[in-house]
C-alpha cells in the first residue's frame, strides 16, 4: 500500500503522481499534465541561519539524493569563503559524487525499472517489482542491488553515513580518505563491472528487441540539452562549464554565466503545480525548455574520456543519433555513466594524492553572493545563496533537476496519453496507467514516489472533458 | 573538619559540612542529572534538573545547591522525580528551537544527552517555534539564541574565570536571553579576549566555533574543573 509522507515543515512532498488528461470536443487529448505539491516554505526556513548549515539543512530536502544537495552547498559555501580548495579535497568530492550517481542510477534501473522491461508492462502488477525480478533472473536482480550498496558503502566510508553524510564542507571535505577504505572498495570494482556491463548487454537486446516501439516514441521530441561539461568537452559532473545544447547538436551556449545564473535561466510558474519549469531565458518559456540528467550530460558532452563508457557512449548515439530525444534513453543513459563512473572511481582510487590528508580550508566570509552548480544523478543542480557580512542567509534559491525535467515530463505523458486514449474514449485502461507511469519512470523524478520501491508508482489520473468536467477518474495506491 | 551524616536511596552516607546533595551523591555514585552546573563555576540552580526529594519538606529542592545536613534522607530517583526532569527536558527543548540534525553539537550535546537519559522520546508540550536570532558578529564565535537553554554557564565562566563579563541575562520571562555587552553584537564588544571559554562550557550548541559546521562541536566543558584547580594549586594562570 502506498503511503503519503509529509515531513513537516521543511518540506512536504506529495507521494503521489497527479495526472490530468484534457480531452477536446472531438473526444481527442487536448493535453495532459504532470502535477505535483512540492517543498513549500523550505527558503523561507533557512533564512537568518548561518550559510555553514545550509549542506545539512539542504541534504535533508531529499532522502535519494543528499549528496547532491551537500555538494552543491559546500561549492557554494567555497564561493563564500573564495578559496580554492585543497587538489584531494576536489577529488574526494568527486569520488562521493560518482559513488551517489552509481548507486542512485542503479535504484532507478534495478529497483524501479527494469522489472517494468524484463517482466513485461502487462505481467502482474503485485510482481512487478524487485522481489518478482529476484525471482525471474535472480543473479541480475542480486548483481543490482550489491551495485547500489557498492555505491552506498564508497558513501559510507567517505562519510561515515549512508545518506545525510554532512562531509562535505565549504572548503573542502571533513576528513581524508583511509587507505583501508581504498582499498575496500578497489576491491568490489570487478563485481560492479561486470553487474554494469551485463545488465548494459541485457538492456541493448531489449532494445533491439520487445522494446524498440517504446525506445523510438517515448517522450521522443526535440528539446534543448543543459549539463556540465569538462576541458574538451568531456563528459563532467561535478564542475566545469555548463554548456546548453539544441537537437541538432548546436551549441546554443558554451559557458552559461554559472555566477550570474538568473541572467541565462528564468522559472515559469503554473497555478496547476507547486514544481516551476526553468528555462534559457532567450528562448522563452516554451522553446527554451530544456532537458537535463542522464542523457542530458551524454548529449551535451563530446566523449566521456574513459575507454569501457565511451564506447558505449559511441554505440548510443549510433542508435538514437548524435543527440539522442528519446527519453526512453534515459534509461540507457544511466547504466552508461554507472560505467563511467566506475572508470572515474578507480581512476582516482588509483591516484598517489588520493589519501592525502590535507583535505580543507579555513576563510571567513569574503563573498555576499554565490551559486554552487554540481551534476545531481537526475541532473543540474544550482543553489543559491546571499549573505549578510556575517554569513547568516538573507535569501536562498534552488533549482532542482526534476523541475529541469517538467515540461519534458508533461510533454512525455501527453504524448503517452495521445498514443493510448483513442478519440471518444471515457476509460483509463490499465495499459495507460503502465504507460503513464514508465513515462515518468524515465527521468526518474525526485518525488516520494519515485522512491516507492515496491514496483508500482501511486498513481492519481483524471480524465477531463471539454468544459472541466471530470469523465473519470483512477486512483492507484 | 565536621561531618553530616544522612540517607541518600538508602544509602547511609557521611560527608564534610559545606558539600553540596549533588556532590555528595556522586561522591557515592548516585547519579543526578544536571545542566547548570559546571564544576569550576558557582551554582545557580537554573535548570532544575537535578531536584531530589528530602523527606519532612514538601518542596523540592536543587541537589546542585543544597547543602547536607544531618539526619536528612534524600531520594533522587522517584516516579514524581523522574517525571518532573522529564518534564523540565521537554520544556527545554520546545520552548527553543532544536533542530539536531542540522545543528553543530549534534551528538556532543548535553541537552541531547539529557533527554536520552530522561526517556524523552517525543514532547508531551506543544512547541512553540519562537523567533529568534543568530549573532554571528563575532570573528571566531557564534551564538544561536534558537539553542540556548539560559543555563547561564556562559555568563558565569567569562564573569568568574576569565574575568571579562560580556555576558548578562537580558529580559524576562519567554523574552529571556543571554545578552553580550550592553545588548550588542558580541563582535562589538570590546571586553571578548576571544578567549572561547564561552563556547567551551556551553552545554548545547548555542555557541560555537564559526569554523564547525553541523556535528563539529566537540566542546568538553569538564576541562574547566582542570583549569580551575589548577589555578588554585598556581599552575597554570590562563
Ligand atoms: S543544542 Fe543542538 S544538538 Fe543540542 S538539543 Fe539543541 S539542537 Fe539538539
Ligand atoms: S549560550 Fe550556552 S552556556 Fe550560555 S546560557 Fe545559553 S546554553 Fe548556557
Ligand atoms: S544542575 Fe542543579 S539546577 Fe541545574
Not at chain 1, 555505491?151 to 562519510?159: F, K, S, V, Y
Not at chain 2, 544531618?70 to 514524581?80: A, L, S, Y
Not at chain 2, 564559526?210 to 569538564?222: C, F, I, R, S, Y
Request: charged residues 20%.
Amino acid at each position: 500500500m502506498a503511503r503519503t509522507i509529509l515531513i513537516d515543515p521543511v518540506t512536504r512532498i506529495e507521494g503521489h503522481a497527479k495526472i490530468t488528461i484534457q480531452l477536446n470536443e472531438a473526444g481527442a487529448v487536448e493535453g495532459a499534465r504532470f502535477h505535483v505539491v512540492e517543498y513549500r516554505g523550505f527558503e523561507a526556513f533557512c533564512e537568518g541561519r548561518p550559510f555553514t548549515e545550509m549542506a545539512a539543512i539542504t541534504a535533508r530536502i531529499c532522502g535519494i539524493c543528499p549528496v547532491s544537495h551537500l555538494l552543491a552547498a559546500a561549492k557554494t559555501g567555497d564561493r563564500i569563503l573564495a578559496v580554492t580548495i585543497p587538489p584531494v579535497a576536489e577529488k574526494l568530492r568527486r569520488l562521493l559524487n560518482l559513488a551517489q550517481i552509481t548507486q542512485s542510477h542503479a535504484l532507478s534501473f534495478f529497483h524501479l525499472s527494469s522489472p517494468d522491461f524484463l517482466l513485461g508492462w502487462d505481467s502482474d502488477p503485485a510482481k512487478r517489482n524487485i522481489f518478482g525480478l529476484i525471482a525471474a533472473d535472480p543473479e541480475l536482480a542480486r548483481g543490482g542491488i550489491r551495485l547500489r550498496q557498492f555505491g552506498q558503502d564508497l558513501i559510507e566510508r567517505l562519510g561515515g553515513r549512508k545518506i545525510h553524510a554532512a562531509w562535505a564542507v565549504p572548503g573542502g571535505v571533513r576528513t581524508p580518505l583511509d587507505p583501508t577504505d581504498r582499498d575496500a572498495i578497489r576491491a568490489q570494482l570487478p563485481q560492479a563491472f561486470a553487474t554494469t556491463l551485463a545488465a548494459l548487454q541485457r538492456f541493448k537486446g531489449l532494445l533491439d528487441g520487445p522494446l524498440a516501439t517504446e525506445a523510438s516514441t517515448f517522450g521522443c521530441f526535440p528539446s534543448l540539452f543543459m549539463g556540465l561539461v569538462g576541458a574538451d568537452g568531456r563528459w563532467e559532473h561535478y564542475d566545469g562549464q555548463l554548456r546548453l545544447i539544441d537537437p541538432d547538436g548546436t551549441v546554443l551556449a558554451e559557458a552559461l554565466p554559472q555566477q550570474r545564473i538568473s541572467e541565462a535561466l528564468a522559472e515559469a510558474v503554473e497555478p496547476w503545480t507547486y514544481l516551476k519549469f526553468p528555462y534559457f531565458k532567450p528562448l522563452g518559456p516554451e522553446a527554451g525548455s530544456y532537458r537535463v540528467g542522464p542523457l542530458a550530460r551524454l548529449n551535451v558532452c563530446e566523449r566521456i574520456g574513459t575507454e569501457r563508457a565511451d564506447a558505449e557512449l559511441l554505440e548510443l548515439r549510433e542508435r538514437g543519433g548524435r543527440v539522442v530525444t528519446s527519453s526512453f534513453h534515459y534509461h540507457l543513459a544511466r547504466l552508461i555513466e554507472i560505467l563511467a563512473a566506475l572508470e572515474a572511481i578507480e581512476l582516482l582510487l588509483n591516484d598517489p594524492e588520493i589519501c592525502a590528508t590535507h583535505v580543507r580550508a579555513h576563510a571567513g566570509v569574503n563573498a555576499f553572493e554565490a551559486v554552487g552548480v554540481s551534476e545531481a544523478p537526475r541532473g543540474t543542480l544550482f543553489h543559491h545563496y546571499r549573505v549578510d557580512a556575517n554569513g547568516l542567509i538573507e535569501a536562498v534559491n534552488l533549482i532542482i533537476a526534476t523541475g529541469q525535467n517538467n515540461r519534458a515530463m508533461n510533454r512525455t505523458v501527453t504524448q503517452i496519453a495521445r498514443q493510448w486514449i483513442t478519440p471518444g474514449a471515457t476509460e483509463i485502461s490499465e495499459g495507460l496507467l503502465n504507460r503513464v507511469e514508465a513515462g515518468i519512470r524515465c527521468f526518474d523524478p525526485c518525488l516520494s514516489c519515485s522512491t516507492h520501491a515496491a514496483g508500482q508508482m501511486p498513481l492519481h489520473v483524471q480524465l477531463i472533458g471539454p468544459n472541466g468536467e471530470m469523465l473519470q477518474e483512477r486512483w492507484r495506491q | 573538619m565536621s561531618v553530616r551524616t544522612l540517607s541518600i536511596n538508602g544509602h547511609a552516607v557521611a560527608m564534610a559540612t559545606g558539600t553540596t546533595l549533588l556532590a555528595a551523591a556522586r561522591e557515592v555514585g548516585v547519579p543526578i542529572p544536571t545542566l547548570c552546573h559546571l564544576e569550576g563555576l558557582s551554582p545557580v540552580a537554573a535548570c532544575r534538573l537535578c531536584l531530589v526529594e528530602i523527606e519532612g519538606s514538601g518542596k523540592l529542592q536543587p541537589a546542585c545547591l543544597t547543602p547536607v545536613a544531618e539526619g536528612m534522607v534524600v531520594h533522587t530517583d522517584t516516579p514524581r522525580l523522574q517525571d518532573y526532569r522529564r518534564t523540565v527536558i521537554e520544556m527545554l527543548f520546545t520552548e527553543g528551537n532544536h533542530v539536531c540534525a542540522i545543528c553543530v553539537a549534534n551528538g556532543h550535546c548535553e541537552l541531547q544527552d539529557r533527554a536520552v537519559e530522561v526517556g524523552m522520546d517525543h514532547s508531551r508540550l506543544p512547541y512553540r517555534h519562537p523567533d529568534r536570532p543568530v549573532d554571528l558578529s563575532h570573528p571566531l564565535f557564534g551564538l544561536d539564541h534558537n539553542r540556548c537553554i539560559l543555563c547561564t554557564r556562559c555568563v558565569r565562566v567569562c564573569d568568574e574565570v576569565e574575568g571579562a563579563h560580556v555576558w548578562d541575562v537580558g529580559w524576562r520571562g519567554e523574552h529571556c536571553r543571554i545578552i553580550a555587552g550592553l545588548n550588542e553584537p558580541w563582535g562589538a564588544v570590546d571586553a571578548c579576549t576571544d578567549c572561547g571559554k564561552c563556547v567551551q562550557v556551553c552545554p548545547t550548541g548555542a555557541l560555537f566555533d564559526k569554523a564547525d559546521t553541523t556535528g563539529e562541536k566537540h566542546a568538553d566543558p569538564a576541562r574547566l574543573g582542570a583549569l580551575v584547580r589548577a589555578r588554585a594549586r598556581g599552575q597554570q594562570t590562563r
